[in-house]
């Protein structure tokens, strides 16, 4: 079976049953080449249904939870990204190809320079890979419309809020170390409105607003 047929199996069979609509965030999820955002030795688990290591206790999250908070964020095509933990930058490739220009953050250096290599590699022009404490934001930059985290928080920075815009949507898990829940934050001109989408585990976001590095 070839790459492109495992991407569309993905989809059929993992993507489309759990409610994912969004017929942009589909051809995405079938378009990214997801076997090269993993380690040599896991490309053939590649499209399994479930997270994958991708070194230096990091991980790829699974295609439905990409899929999923990609969904949440509601985006058009406009949108200048916030991406909290780039990881192998599979997940940057995705919002690469729905919004405008990506600002993603790394905080471990080898994972940075790989993924930064890669994206350009594979032609996603509008992902900038930044090296930083993710967990103040990226206030340089900002305001963003739309702020993704993919590690899991002990509570929403205020940080994000202050660098989403108005009528920005936060999509971020939150909760122990061990398991949280996906929130959906919108930030309106009277404060934020915050929603429950399904609860997750994720790899603990470190840093200044975030965990401690055991």
């Given at each position: 079976m070839s790459d492109q047929q495992k991407r569309h199996l993905m989809v059929i069979e993992q993507l489309l049953p759990r409610g994912i609509k969004d017929q942009r965030v589909l051809v995405a999820m079938e378009s990214v080449q997801r076997h090269l955002f993993v380690e040599d030795k896991m490309?053939?688990?590649?499209?399994?249904?479930?997270?994958?290591?991708?070194?230096?206790?990091?991980?790829?999250?699974?295609?439905?939870?990409?899929?999923?908070?990609?969904?949440?964020?509601?985006?058009?095509?406009?949108?200048?990204?916030?991406?909290?933990?780039?990881?192998?930058?599979?997940?940057?490739?995705?919002?690469?190809?729905?919004?405008?220009?990506?600002?993603?953050?790394?905080?471990?250096?080898?994972?940075?320079?790989?993924?930064?290599?890669?994206?350009?590699?594979?032609?996603?022009r509008n992902v900038h890979v930044k090296v930083s404490d993710g967990t103040v934001g990226l206030p340089g930059h900002a305001p963003f419309d739309s702020i993704i985290v993919t590690a899991g928080a002990p509570e929403i920075p205020e940080e994000y809020i202050d660098q989403l815009k108005i009528g920005g949507r936060l999509v971020i898990p939150a909760g122990s170390r061990q398991a949280q829940t996906l929130y959906v934050i919108k930030k309106t001109s009277t404060g934020i409105e915050k929603t429950v989408s399904t609860p997750c585990v994720f790899v603990p976001l470190i840093g200044k607003r975030g965990w401690e590095e055991e």
């Amino acid at each position: 079976m070839s790459d492109q047929q495992k991407r569309h199996l993905m989809v059929i069979e993992q993507l489309l049953p759990r409610g994912i609509k969004d017929q942009r965030v589909l051809v995405a999820m079938e378009s990214v080449q997801r076997h090269l955002f993993v380690e040599d030795k896991m490309q053939d688990r590649a499209y399994d249904d479930c997270a994958l290591a991708i070194g230096h206790g990091q991980t790829i999250s699974q295609p439905y939870m990409v899929a999923l908070m990609t969904e949440l964020l509601e985006l058009q095509g406009h949108e200048r990204i916030l991406e909290i933990g780039t990881g192998s930058g599979y997940q940057s490739a995705v919002l690469s190809l729905l919004a405008s220009e990506v600002f993603t953050v790394e905080r471990l250096q080898p994972l940075a320079e790989r993924a930064k290599d890669l994206l350009g590699k594979l032609n996603y022009r509008n992902v900038h890979v930044k090296v930083s404490d993710g967990t103040v934001g990226l206030p340089g930059h900002a305001p963003f419309d739309s702020i993704i985290v993919t590690a899991g928080a002990p509570e929403i920075p205020e940080e994000y809020i202050d660098q989403l815009k108005i009528g920005g949507r936060l999509v971020i898990p939150a909760g122990s170390r061990q398991a949280q829940t996906l929130y959906v934050i919108k930030k309106t001109s009277t404060g934020i409105e915050k929603t429950v989408s399904t609860p997750c585990v994720f790899v603990p976001l470190i840093g200044k607003r975030g965990w401690e590095e055991e």
